[in-house]
Protein backbone atom coordinates (compact mmCIF):
# COMPACT_ATOMS: atom_id res chain seq x y z
CA UNK A 1 0.00 0.00 0.00
CA UNK A 2 1.49 3.64 -1.33
CA UNK A 3 -0.24 6.34 1.34
CA UNK A 4 1.27 8.95 -0.65
CA UNK A 5 -1.45 11.43 -0.90
CA UNK A 6 -2.13 13.56 -4.41
CA UNK A 7 -0.36 16.83 -4.73
CA UNK A 8 -1.96 19.93 -3.16
CA UNK A 9 -2.98 22.42 -5.52
CA UNK A 10 -4.23 24.90 -2.60
CA UNK A 11 -0.52 24.85 -0.67
CA UNK A 12 1.97 27.35 -1.55
CA UNK A 13 5.37 25.88 -2.74
CA UNK A 14 9.43 26.17 -2.32
CA UNK A 15 11.45 23.97 -3.58
CA UNK A 16 14.99 22.55 -1.99
CA UNK A 17 16.87 19.36 -2.38
CA UNK A 18 16.15 16.94 0.64
CA UNK A 19 13.56 17.28 3.15
CA UNK A 20 14.53 16.04 6.93
CA UNK A 21 11.60 15.05 8.72
CA UNK A 22 12.24 14.74 12.42
CA UNK A 23 14.99 16.82 14.20
CA UNK A 24 16.41 14.02 16.24
CA UNK A 25 19.80 12.96 16.62
CA UNK A 26 19.31 11.20 13.13
CA UNK A 27 18.02 14.15 11.75
CA UNK A 28 19.96 16.58 12.98
CA UNK A 29 23.20 14.46 11.69
CA UNK A 30 21.47 14.12 8.17
CA UNK A 31 20.95 18.12 8.22
CA UNK A 32 24.55 19.07 9.66
CA UNK A 33 26.30 16.55 6.72
CA UNK A 34 24.00 18.28 4.06
CA UNK A 35 24.72 21.78 4.88
CA UNK A 36 28.51 21.39 4.99
CA UNK A 37 28.21 20.43 1.86
CA UNK A 38 26.18 22.93 0.64
CA UNK A 39 23.23 21.06 0.22
CA UNK A 40 20.34 23.12 -0.06
CA UNK A 41 17.95 21.23 2.68
CA UNK A 42 14.88 21.70 5.25
CA UNK A 43 14.12 19.81 8.59
CA UNK A 44 10.38 19.65 9.66
CA UNK A 45 9.87 18.57 13.43
CA UNK A 46 6.73 18.80 15.23
CA UNK A 47 7.98 19.57 18.55
CA UNK A 48 9.68 23.10 19.84
CA UNK A 49 13.29 23.95 19.93
CA UNK A 50 13.09 24.02 23.80
CA UNK A 51 11.01 20.42 23.81
CA UNK A 52 14.04 18.48 21.66
CA UNK A 53 16.63 19.73 23.61
CA UNK A 54 15.45 19.08 27.06
CA UNK A 55 14.11 15.29 26.29
CA UNK A 56 16.00 13.02 28.30
CA UNK A 57 17.09 9.71 27.02
CA UNK A 58 19.73 8.15 26.04
CA UNK A 59 23.91 8.88 27.23
CA UNK A 60 26.20 6.74 26.36
CA UNK A 61 27.67 7.13 22.50
CA UNK A 62 29.85 4.47 21.55
CA UNK A 63 33.56 5.78 20.37
CA UNK A 64 33.37 4.99 16.94
CA UNK A 65 30.52 7.43 16.83
CA UNK A 66 32.01 10.23 18.86
CA UNK A 67 34.81 9.64 16.63
CA UNK A 68 32.43 9.70 12.96
CA UNK A 69 31.21 13.41 14.63
CA UNK A 70 34.47 14.46 15.22
CA UNK A 71 35.98 14.26 11.75
CA UNK A 72 32.53 15.71 11.18
CA UNK A 73 33.11 18.88 13.26
CA UNK A 74 30.14 17.88 15.31
CA UNK A 75 32.01 16.51 18.49
CA UNK A 76 33.63 19.74 20.01
CA UNK A 77 31.43 19.91 23.11
CA UNK A 78 30.99 16.15 23.74
CA UNK A 79 34.65 15.43 23.74
CA UNK A 80 35.13 18.81 25.79
CA UNK A 81 32.55 17.85 28.61
CA UNK A 82 31.52 13.75 28.08
CA UNK A 83 33.48 11.59 30.85
CA UNK A 84 34.51 8.10 29.29
CA UNK A 85 33.50 4.66 30.41
CA UNK A 86 35.47 1.66 29.74
CA UNK A 87 33.80 -0.80 32.54
CA UNK A 88 30.87 -2.09 33.40
CA UNK A 89 29.58 -4.03 36.64
CA UNK A 90 27.29 -7.27 37.06
CA UNK A 91 25.67 -8.00 40.58
CA UNK A 92 24.92 -11.48 40.52
CA UNK A 93 24.32 -13.72 43.80
CA UNK A 94 25.78 -10.80 46.60
CA UNK A 95 28.68 -10.07 44.53
CA UNK A 96 30.46 -7.87 42.12
CA UNK A 97 31.83 -8.82 38.81
CA UNK A 98 33.83 -5.57 37.23
CA UNK A 99 34.45 -6.16 33.90
CA UNK A 100 36.81 -4.04 31.90
CA UNK A 101 35.43 -3.82 28.20
CA UNK A 102 37.64 -0.85 26.97
CA UNK A 103 41.03 -3.04 27.69
CA UNK A 104 39.58 -5.51 25.54
CA UNK A 105 38.17 -3.91 22.85
CA UNK A 106 40.49 -0.72 22.74
CA UNK A 107 36.94 1.78 22.89
CA UNK A 108 35.41 3.22 25.48
CA UNK A 109 31.76 5.02 26.02
CA UNK A 110 31.41 8.64 25.98
CA UNK A 111 28.63 9.26 28.81
CA UNK A 112 26.56 12.48 26.60
CA UNK A 113 23.30 13.06 27.45
CA UNK A 114 21.09 12.62 24.23
CA UNK A 115 19.58 16.73 24.65
CA UNK A 116 23.69 18.12 25.18
CA UNK A 117 23.91 16.45 21.80
CA UNK A 118 20.67 17.25 20.11
CA UNK A 119 21.46 21.20 21.46
CA UNK A 120 25.04 21.00 19.84
CA UNK A 121 23.72 19.36 16.55
CA UNK A 122 20.78 22.39 16.52
CA UNK A 123 23.37 25.17 16.99
CA UNK A 124 25.78 23.46 14.56
CA UNK A 125 23.10 23.32 12.06
CA UNK A 126 20.67 26.65 12.44
CA UNK A 127 22.85 29.26 14.57
CA UNK A 128 26.45 28.46 12.94
CA UNK A 129 25.38 27.56 9.23
CA UNK A 130 22.49 29.00 9.27
CA UNK A 131 20.26 26.10 8.14
CA UNK A 132 16.63 26.00 7.89
CA UNK A 133 14.95 24.24 10.09
CA UNK A 134 11.23 24.64 10.94
CA UNK A 135 9.82 23.85 14.41
CA UNK A 136 5.90 22.58 15.68
CA UNK A 137 5.04 22.08 12.00
CA UNK A 138 1.67 19.87 12.04
CA UNK A 139 0.20 17.56 9.78
CA UNK A 140 3.32 16.19 7.84
CA UNK A 141 2.37 14.49 4.59
CA UNK A 142 4.43 13.01 1.97
CA UNK A 143 3.66 13.14 -1.85
CA UNK A 144 5.49 11.51 -4.48
CA UNK A 145 7.89 9.07 -3.16
CA UNK A 146 8.10 6.90 -6.55
CA UNK A 147 8.52 9.95 -8.86
CA UNK A 148 11.65 12.24 -9.29
CA UNK A 149 9.94 15.06 -7.45
CA UNK A 150 8.79 13.94 -4.10
CA UNK A 151 7.62 16.13 -1.83
CA UNK A 152 6.75 17.20 1.91
CA UNK A 153 3.46 18.88 2.91
CA UNK A 154 2.43 20.67 6.30
CA UNK A 155 0.96 23.54 8.22
CA UNK A 156 2.71 26.12 9.26
CA UNK A 157 2.33 26.63 13.47
CA UNK A 158 2.09 30.17 13.02
CA UNK A 159 -0.11 31.30 10.09
CA UNK A 160 -2.24 28.10 9.62
CA UNK A 161 -1.01 27.80 5.79
CA UNK A 162 -0.24 24.54 4.36
CA UNK A 163 3.39 24.65 2.96
CA UNK A 164 4.73 22.05 0.36
CA UNK A 165 8.30 21.33 -0.40
CA UNK A 166 9.20 20.00 -3.72
CA UNK A 167 12.81 17.86 -3.47
CA UNK A 168 14.80 14.95 -4.83
CA UNK A 169 14.86 13.50 -1.64
CA UNK A 170 13.51 12.81 1.71
CA UNK A 171 14.95 11.72 4.99
CA UNK A 172 12.77 10.07 6.88
CA UNK A 173 14.25 10.30 10.45
CA UNK A 174 10.91 11.02 12.65
CA UNK A 175 11.54 8.53 14.99
CA UNK A 176 9.34 5.20 16.63
CA UNK A 177 6.10 7.86 16.22
CA UNK A 178 6.54 9.09 12.92
CA UNK A 179 5.27 9.64 9.72
CA UNK A 180 7.56 8.39 7.25
CA UNK A 181 7.45 4.57 7.85
CA UNK A 182 3.86 4.34 6.98
CA UNK A 183 5.05 5.22 3.41
CA UNK A 184 7.00 2.03 3.18
CA UNK A 185 3.82 -0.21 3.26
CA UNK A 186 3.88 -4.66 3.34
CA UNK A 187 4.24 -4.23 -0.31
CA UNK A 188 7.52 -2.83 -0.49
CA UNK A 189 9.08 -3.59 3.36
CA UNK A 190 8.48 -5.97 6.26
CA UNK A 191 8.62 -4.71 9.60
CA UNK A 192 10.29 -7.67 12.13
CA UNK A 193 8.98 -7.44 15.35
CA UNK A 194 10.19 -8.81 18.79
CA UNK A 195 8.39 -7.97 21.67
CA UNK A 196 10.55 -8.80 25.02
CA UNK A 197 7.24 -9.46 27.02
CA UNK A 198 9.21 -7.22 29.69
CA UNK A 199 8.43 -4.07 30.94
CA UNK A 200 11.14 -1.46 32.62
CA UNK A 201 10.50 1.62 34.63
CA UNK A 202 12.99 4.16 33.39
CA UNK A 203 13.55 6.62 36.44
CA UNK A 204 15.80 9.54 35.99
CA UNK A 205 16.90 10.61 39.76
CA UNK A 206 18.32 14.09 40.83
CA UNK A 207 21.23 12.38 42.60
CA UNK A 208 24.67 11.85 41.94
CA UNK A 209 25.90 8.57 40.34
CA UNK A 210 26.66 6.03 43.12
CA UNK A 211 29.07 4.08 40.53
CA UNK A 212 32.02 4.99 38.50
CA UNK A 213 30.52 2.66 35.77
CA UNK A 214 27.08 0.72 34.58
CA UNK A 215 25.99 -1.53 37.37
CA UNK A 216 23.66 -4.14 35.87
CA UNK A 217 22.04 -6.14 38.97
CA UNK A 218 20.84 -9.62 37.94
CA UNK A 219 18.40 -10.26 41.04
CA UNK A 220 15.83 -12.90 41.47
CA UNK A 221 13.16 -9.81 42.39
CA UNK A 222 14.08 -8.21 38.90
CA UNK A 223 16.73 -7.10 36.93
CA UNK A 224 17.41 -3.21 38.07
CA UNK A 225 20.26 -1.22 36.38
CA UNK A 226 22.27 2.07 37.36
CA UNK A 227 23.69 4.30 34.80
CA UNK A 228 25.38 8.27 35.07
CA UNK A 229 24.09 10.74 33.21
CA UNK A 230 26.04 13.51 34.38
CA UNK A 231 27.30 14.97 37.88
CA UNK A 232 23.61 15.62 39.27
CA UNK A 233 22.14 13.20 37.45
CA UNK A 234 21.55 9.03 37.45
CA UNK A 235 19.61 7.18 35.51
CA UNK A 236 18.53 3.77 36.87
CA UNK A 237 16.01 1.17 35.62
CA UNK A 238 13.45 -1.12 37.30
CA UNK A 239 12.44 -4.18 35.54
CA UNK A 240 8.41 -4.82 36.05
CA UNK A 241 5.69 -5.68 34.51
CA UNK A 242 4.95 -4.45 31.38
CA UNK A 243 2.17 -2.30 30.73
CA UNK A 244 3.05 -1.01 34.75
CA UNK A 245 1.37 1.70 35.72
CA UNK A 246 4.00 4.62 37.16
CA UNK A 247 2.08 5.56 39.86
CA UNK A 248 2.18 1.78 41.76
CA UNK A 249 6.30 2.98 42.31
CA UNK A 250 5.94 5.90 44.83
CA UNK A 251 9.40 7.45 45.44
CA UNK A 252 9.77 5.16 48.46
CA UNK A 253 8.96 1.83 46.93
CA UNK A 254 11.77 3.00 43.61
CA UNK A 255 14.27 3.35 46.33
CA UNK A 256 14.05 -0.03 48.46
CA UNK A 257 13.65 -1.96 45.32
CA UNK A 258 17.24 -0.21 43.74
CA UNK A 259 18.83 -0.75 47.41
CA UNK A 260 17.21 -4.92 47.44
CA UNK A 261 18.36 -5.39 43.97
CA UNK A 262 21.48 -3.67 43.59
CA UNK A 263 22.95 -4.49 47.01
CA UNK A 264 25.75 -6.05 46.89
CA UNK A 265 28.87 -6.59 49.64
CA UNK A 266 31.50 -4.07 48.97
CA UNK A 267 29.30 -1.61 46.87
CA UNK A 268 29.12 1.50 47.78
CA UNK A 269 25.98 3.01 48.73
CA UNK A 270 22.87 4.18 46.57
CA UNK A 271 22.73 8.23 46.56
CA UNK A 272 19.20 9.04 46.44
CA UNK A 273 17.32 11.73 44.81
CA UNK A 274 13.95 13.13 43.67
CA UNK A 275 12.59 11.26 40.73
CA UNK A 276 12.22 13.37 37.90
CA UNK A 277 11.39 11.47 35.11
CA UNK A 278 9.49 8.02 35.67
CA UNK A 279 7.75 6.13 32.62
CA UNK A 280 7.23 2.59 31.98
CA UNK A 281 8.91 1.01 28.85
CA UNK A 282 7.37 -2.28 27.39
CA UNK A 283 10.58 -3.43 25.80
CA UNK A 284 10.38 -4.73 22.06
CA UNK A 285 12.27 -4.24 19.00
CA UNK A 286 11.64 -3.76 14.83
CA UNK A 287 13.26 -3.61 11.93
CA UNK A 288 12.02 -1.93 8.89
CA UNK A 289 13.55 -4.33 5.64
CA UNK A 290 14.30 -2.62 3.90
CA UNK A 291 14.91 0.53 5.39
CA UNK A 292 14.14 2.67 2.05
CA UNK A 293 11.35 2.57 -1.14
CA UNK A 294 11.37 5.11 -3.78
CA UNK A 295 13.02 8.37 -2.94
CA UNK A 296 12.40 7.81 0.83
CA UNK A 297 15.15 6.73 3.38
CA UNK A 298 14.28 5.96 6.35
CA UNK A 299 16.82 6.63 9.58
CA UNK A 300 17.18 5.89 13.50
CA UNK A 301 14.32 4.84 14.89
CA UNK A 302 12.19 5.33 11.91
CA UNK A 303 13.58 2.20 10.68
CA UNK A 304 14.09 0.36 13.77
CA UNK A 305 13.55 0.09 17.20
CA UNK A 306 16.30 -1.37 19.52
CA UNK A 307 14.96 -1.20 23.47
CA UNK A 308 17.16 0.29 25.66
CA UNK A 309 18.66 -2.56 27.27
CA UNK A 310 22.12 -2.79 25.42
CA UNK A 311 22.01 1.90 25.28
CA UNK A 312 22.32 0.48 21.35
CA UNK A 313 19.34 3.10 19.86
CA UNK A 314 20.56 6.04 19.54
CA UNK A 315 24.26 4.57 18.62
CA UNK A 316 22.31 3.12 15.50
CA UNK A 317 20.37 6.14 13.96
CA UNK A 318 23.97 7.84 14.16
CA UNK A 319 25.20 5.12 12.22
CA UNK A 320 22.35 5.44 9.55
CA UNK A 321 22.92 8.75 9.50
CA UNK A 322 26.04 9.33 8.56
CA UNK A 323 25.55 6.39 6.12
CA UNK A 324 22.66 8.48 4.61
CA UNK A 325 24.45 11.97 5.08
CA UNK A 326 27.09 10.68 2.35
CA UNK A 327 24.69 8.76 0.01
CA UNK A 328 22.58 12.53 -0.11
CA UNK A 329 25.86 14.33 -0.54
CA UNK A 330 27.05 12.06 -3.28
CA UNK A 331 23.81 12.14 -5.29
CA UNK A 332 23.06 15.75 -4.78
CA UNK A 333 26.81 17.23 -5.30
CA UNK A 334 27.79 14.32 -7.59
CA UNK A 335 25.40 13.31 -9.31
CA UNK A 336 26.50 9.81 -7.91
CA UNK A 337 23.47 7.30 -6.80
CA UNK A 338 25.11 4.40 -5.57
CA UNK A 339 25.23 5.36 -2.25
CA UNK A 340 21.50 5.84 -2.10
CA UNK A 341 20.89 2.70 -4.01
CA UNK A 342 23.09 0.58 -1.63
CA UNK A 343 21.99 2.67 1.94
CA UNK A 344 19.75 0.14 3.23
CA UNK A 345 22.02 -2.78 2.65
CA UNK A 346 24.96 -0.40 4.08
CA UNK A 347 22.81 0.09 7.08
CA UNK A 348 21.17 -3.28 7.70
CA UNK A 349 24.14 -5.71 8.78
CA UNK A 350 25.05 -3.67 12.01
CA UNK A 351 21.02 -2.95 12.43
CA UNK A 352 21.05 -6.86 12.79
CA UNK A 353 24.17 -7.10 14.96
CA UNK A 354 22.58 -4.56 17.30
CA UNK A 355 19.28 -6.22 17.43
CA UNK A 356 20.94 -9.78 18.05
CA UNK A 357 23.19 -8.04 20.87
CA UNK A 358 20.36 -6.79 22.75
CA UNK A 359 18.40 -9.89 22.99
CA UNK A 360 20.97 -11.98 24.01
CA UNK A 361 21.89 -9.37 26.55
CA UNK A 362 18.39 -9.20 27.61
CA UNK A 363 17.99 -12.87 28.51
CA UNK A 364 21.07 -12.66 30.63
CA UNK A 365 20.03 -9.64 32.12
CA UNK A 366 16.34 -11.19 33.13
CA UNK A 367 16.92 -14.75 33.76
CA UNK A 368 17.56 -14.89 37.26
CA UNK A 369 14.24 -13.07 37.67
CA UNK A 370 12.15 -15.36 34.81
CA UNK A 371 10.88 -17.09 37.58
CA UNK A 372 11.92 -19.99 34.95
CA UNK A 373 15.12 -22.52 36.09
CA UNK A 374 16.02 -23.15 32.65
CA UNK A 375 16.38 -19.47 31.60
CA UNK A 376 17.96 -18.52 34.98
CA UNK A 377 20.22 -21.28 34.43
CA UNK A 378 21.38 -20.44 30.74
CA UNK A 379 21.96 -16.73 32.37
CA UNK A 380 24.15 -17.93 34.51
CA UNK A 381 25.95 -19.55 31.98
CA UNK A 382 26.54 -17.18 29.81
CA UNK A 383 27.69 -14.78 32.79
CA UNK A 384 30.47 -17.43 33.23
CA UNK A 385 31.32 -17.52 30.09
CA UNK A 386 32.06 -13.45 29.82
CA UNK A 387 33.45 -13.52 32.98
CA UNK A 388 35.52 -16.83 33.09
CA UNK A 389 36.64 -17.36 29.01
CA UNK A 390 38.85 -14.51 27.38
CA UNK A 391 37.50 -15.11 24.60
CA UNK A 392 34.25 -14.75 25.31
CA UNK A 393 34.64 -11.85 26.88
CA UNK A 394 36.12 -9.90 23.78
CA UNK A 395 33.75 -11.02 21.87
CA UNK A 396 30.92 -9.26 24.28
CA UNK A 397 33.36 -6.11 24.65
CA UNK A 398 33.13 -5.71 21.30
CA UNK A 399 29.92 -5.73 20.61
CA UNK A 400 28.91 -3.95 24.00
CA UNK A 401 31.34 -0.84 22.44
CA UNK A 402 29.89 -1.78 19.01
CA UNK A 403 33.83 -2.31 17.40
CA UNK A 404 33.37 -2.35 13.73
CA UNK A 405 30.47 -0.28 13.29
CA UNK A 406 33.17 2.84 12.24
CA UNK A 407 31.83 5.00 8.88
P1 LIG B 1 14.12 10.60 17.78
O1 LIG B 1 15.16 11.00 18.75
O2 LIG B 1 12.87 10.01 18.30
O3 LIG B 1 13.80 11.87 16.89
C1 LIG B 1 12.70 11.88 15.99
C2 LIG B 1 12.20 13.31 15.90
O4 LIG B 1 11.12 13.37 14.96
C3 LIG B 1 10.08 14.16 15.50
N1 LIG B 1 8.83 13.78 14.82
C4 LIG B 1 8.38 14.39 13.70
N2 LIG B 1 8.88 15.42 13.00
C5 LIG B 1 8.19 15.81 11.90
N3 LIG B 1 7.04 15.21 11.48
C6 LIG B 1 6.52 14.17 12.17
N4 LIG B 1 5.38 13.60 11.74
C7 LIG B 1 7.19 13.73 13.33
N5 LIG B 1 6.97 12.73 14.23
C8 LIG B 1 7.97 12.79 15.12
C9 LIG B 1 10.13 13.91 16.99
O5 LIG B 1 9.54 14.96 17.73
C10 LIG B 1 11.63 13.80 17.23
O6 LIG B 1 12.21 15.05 17.54
O7 LIG B 1 14.69 9.54 16.70
P2 LIG B 1 16.20 9.35 16.13
O8 LIG B 1 16.77 10.64 15.64
O9 LIG B 1 16.10 8.19 15.23
O10 LIG B 1 17.07 8.94 17.43
C11 LIG B 1 16.85 7.72 18.09
C12 LIG B 1 17.15 7.89 19.59
O11 LIG B 1 16.42 8.98 20.10
C13 LIG B 1 16.81 6.59 20.37
O12 LIG B 1 17.21 5.46 19.64
C14 LIG B 1 17.51 6.55 21.74
O13 LIG B 1 17.01 7.55 22.59
C15 LIG B 1 17.33 5.17 22.38
N6 LIG B 1 17.94 5.13 23.74
C16 LIG B 1 19.29 4.94 23.91
N7 LIG B 1 20.11 4.82 22.83
C17 LIG B 1 21.45 4.68 22.99
O14 LIG B 1 22.17 4.54 21.99
N8 LIG B 1 22.04 4.72 24.23
C18 LIG B 1 21.30 4.86 25.38
O15 LIG B 1 21.86 4.93 26.48
C19 LIG B 1 19.85 4.95 25.24
N9 LIG B 1 19.06 5.11 26.32
C20 LIG B 1 17.11 5.29 24.87
C21 LIG B 1 17.70 5.29 26.16
C22 LIG B 1 15.72 5.46 24.74
C23 LIG B 1 14.92 5.60 25.89
N10 LIG B 1 13.54 5.74 25.68
C24 LIG B 1 12.80 6.87 26.09
C25 LIG B 1 12.86 4.82 24.80
C26 LIG B 1 16.90 5.43 27.29
C27 LIG B 1 15.50 5.57 27.16
C28 LIG B 1 14.69 5.70 28.41
New binding site residues.
Given amino acids: MNLASPPEPSASRRRTRVVV ?8 TVANILRAASVDCVV ?4 SRQF ?1 EQ ?7 EEWAVRALERRGLADRLLAHAQTHAECEFRWAGERHRFAYGELSGHRHFVYP ?1 PLLVTDLVRAYADRAGGDIRFG ?1 RD ?1 ELHGIDTDTPAVS ?1 TDPDTGERIRVDCDAIAG ?8 RTHLGPERATVARHDYGIGWL ?1 LLAQASPSSDCVVFGLHPRGFAAH ?1 ARSPQVT ?1 YYLECPPGDDPANWPHERVWAELHARLAVAGAPPLTEGRLIEK ?1 V ?1 DMHNYVVEPMSGGRLYL ?4 AH ?4 IA ?7 LHD ?1 LLLGDALVASCADGDDSGLSGYSEACLPRVWQYQEFSQWLSELLHGASSGVPFKAGTASARLRRILGSPAAATAFAELYIGKGAEV
Fill in positions: VGAGPAGLLETQIRPRAGFIQVVYCDGARGVTAMRRLAGDALAAPAKGMNLAA
